[in-house]
């Protein structure tokens, strides 16, 4: 299997159409290095976002344009002329750890990412759970209660990657004690900078890390309480889950009761960032069957 990183195309932050006609040209580039050794049979799609299992349209994109006016699975059917499958990334990645990862011998967990996006890829009776029209494990626009918002808001508000870096830079608006402040005046910083900070030891890091992972637990810990769920894997950025990993064990072993929470393992999901890629290859093979 190939894998290789792709920057979005100033455009294709812009508008739907540029970043389908980025998606099949780099498929395409793909497929053409690839097709001596291996032609390809099917292709899998994962998205940060929602997929609509019934229509096959992307209805909700992470910090990018829709493309629910746009039929690219068609589009890429007709490109290469194999069957192709969409699928959201915390599916895709849940797929992935089932047959090659954390989650081999667990037929009823979660699987949650926590990146551009937040979303869930819940797994009952060893099968994925996908919902009526495939939107299930929405886990971003569940509400929680935030402490200093004072209001329900929408998980992916507080817990995203995104909200994670503008939560930080309001509290450094307080305290300037943080190695972050340096880079802030350097001309910002990112997630990735905060999560190699909370490994050196910063405080303030490693606190914006903690409470996400408090906000996150407000939520899980309802659906262990529903789901009566065997494991929850943190999967999204590899390094920042050791942080977001202890802090949602531990805040859910408060808020989950008891003998729901004691069935139930908080781990660190095994794959790294191609999770979701070897998922999406995995179920577009899997739908041929």
Not at 165 to 174: A, D, I, M, S
Request: aromatic fraction near 6%; charge should be neutral; hydrophobic fraction near 50%.
């Amino acid at each position: 299997m190939a894998f290789r990183r792709e920057p979005y195309s100033e455009e294709a932050r812009k508008t739907g159409r540029a970043l389908a006609n980025q998606i099949l040209s780099v498929s395409r580039q793909m497929a053409e290095e690839q097709a001596a050794t291996a032609p390809v049979s099917a292709v899998g799609v994962a998205f940060p976002g929602l997929v609509n299992q019934a229509t096959h349209r992307v209805i909700e994109l992470a910090r990018l344009p829709g493309l629910a006016e746009i039929d690219l699975r068609r589009e890429i059917m007709h490109t290469f002329g194999v069957p192709t499958h969409f699928e959201n990334n915390a599916n895709a990645a849940a797929f992935a750890e089932m047959a090659v990862g954390a989650a081999r011998d667990f037929n009823d967990w979660l699987y949650l990412h926590i990146g551009a996006n937040v979303s869930a890829g819940l797994v009952l009776n060893g099968r994925l759970h996908r919902g009526k029209s495939g939107l299930a494990g929405a886990i971003g626009n569940m509400n929680v209660y935030a402490e200093h918002p004072g209001s329900l808001i929408p998980l992916q508000s507080m817990a995203s990657a995104e909200s994670v870096v503008r939560r930080t830079r309001e509290r450094l608006q307080k305290d300037r004690t943080s190695s972050l402040s340096k880079l802030g005046a350097m001309g910002g910083f990112t997630y990735e900078d905060i999560i190699t900070q909370a490994h050196a030891g910063d405080d303030l890091a490693k606190m914006m890390l903690n409470r996400t992972g408090s906000y996150i637990a407000m939520a899980i810990a309802d659906v262990i309480n529903l789901l009566n769920l065997a494991m929850v894997a943190i999967g999204g950025a590899p390094a920042a889950r050791p942080f977001l990993t202890a802090s949602i064990a531990d805040a859910v072993r408060e808020r989950a009761f008891t003998a729901a929470v004691s069935d139930c393992r908080v781990v660190a999901a095994e794959l790294e960032v191609e999770a979701s890629v070897i998922g999406a290859a995995l179920l577009a093979a899997d739908a041929q069957k």
